[in-house]
Each structure stands twice: as C-alpha cells, then as structure tokens.
C-alpha cells in the first residue's frame, strides 16, 4: 500500500457493499480511494453502501467530500448508510448540515436492517 492510500476492507453482504475504513482520521486520500474501490467492485452499478467508521476518529473537510462523493455514486441508484460513526465524528457531520443527506446507524448490522431492497 502507498503511503498516501487510505487503509480499507470492503465486503459484500447482502447486495450491499460495507466499506470499513480503517484509518483513524479522513483526510483528503479518502475521495480517491473510495472512487477506486468503487469502480472496481461494482462496475459503476452503485448499489446499497454501508461506510463503517468505527475506527475513525477525526474528519475534516476534505473528508466530508469523500462522504459526499459516495452519496453521490449511489444517489438514484441505492442507498448510503455511515455506521459505527463516534462523536466527534457527529458533531462534524451535524455542524456542516450533511446529517439529512448521510444517515447515520450505531453498527453495520443495524445499517444492512435499514436499507430496502433492490
């Protein structure tokens, strides 16, 4: 892995596809990376997208893109959820307005029981 790549899993479960990033902090990599992985596992088919950010623990703006960029990718087409988000990760999500467009669930299990089929 390249030093500026952002650390990720990715599984299907369901139809949906969970990404869990497992970097502590989203930055500005977080856009490109996401970009790659889903062009590459879905084949420009945006299906459901359950992001888990259990292991995040800060995101600035630049962060905040990359999550836009995946509402983006599935806008008409699936659903976004963000899972397993903490606080502070909250608070931002809430201050910058993006809570109505990223729904928010505590865990991965609860996202994947929220989101409709398609």
Same mark, same amino acid.
């Given at each position: 892995?390249?030093?500026?790549?952002?650390?990720?899993t990715?599984?299907?479960?369901?139809?949906?596809?969970?990404?869990?990033?497992?970097?502590?902090?989203?930055?500005?990599?977080?856009?490109?990376?996401?970009?790659?992985?889903?062009?590459?596992?879905? @084949?420009? *088919?945006?299906?459901?997208?359950?992001?888990?950010?259990?292991?995040? #623990?800060? /995101?600035?703006? $630049? !962060? +905040?893109?990359?999550?836009?960029?995946?509402?983006?990718?599935?806008?008409? @087409?699936? *659903?976004?959820?963000?899972?397993?988000?903490?606080?502070?990760?909250? #608070?931002? /999500?809430?201050m $910058? !307005? +993006?809570?109505?467009?990223?729904?928010?669930?505590?865990?991965?299990?609860?996202?994947?029981?929220?989101l409709?089929?398609?």
């Amino acid at each position: 892995m390249k030093e500026s790549e952002v650390e990720l899993t990715y599984a299907w479960v369901d139809n949906n596809l969970v990404i869990t990033i497992l970097e502590q902090q989203l930055n500005f990599n977080i856009g490109p990376r996401l970009g790659q992985v889903l062009r590459e596992k879905t @084949n420009l *088919q945006y299906p459901n997208i359950i992001l888990d950010l259990s292991h995040v #623990k800060k /995101i600035n703006s $630049s !962060g +905040l893109a990359g999550l836009i960029f995946c509402y983006k990718c599935v806008q008409g @087409n699936g *659903q976004l959820r963000l899972a397993g988000r903490n606080d502070n990760i909250r #608070k931002v /999500i809430e201050m $910058s !307005g +993006l809570n109505q467009l990223l729904p928010s669930c505590l865990g991965v299990d609860e996202a994947l029981g929220e989101l409709s089929p398609h």
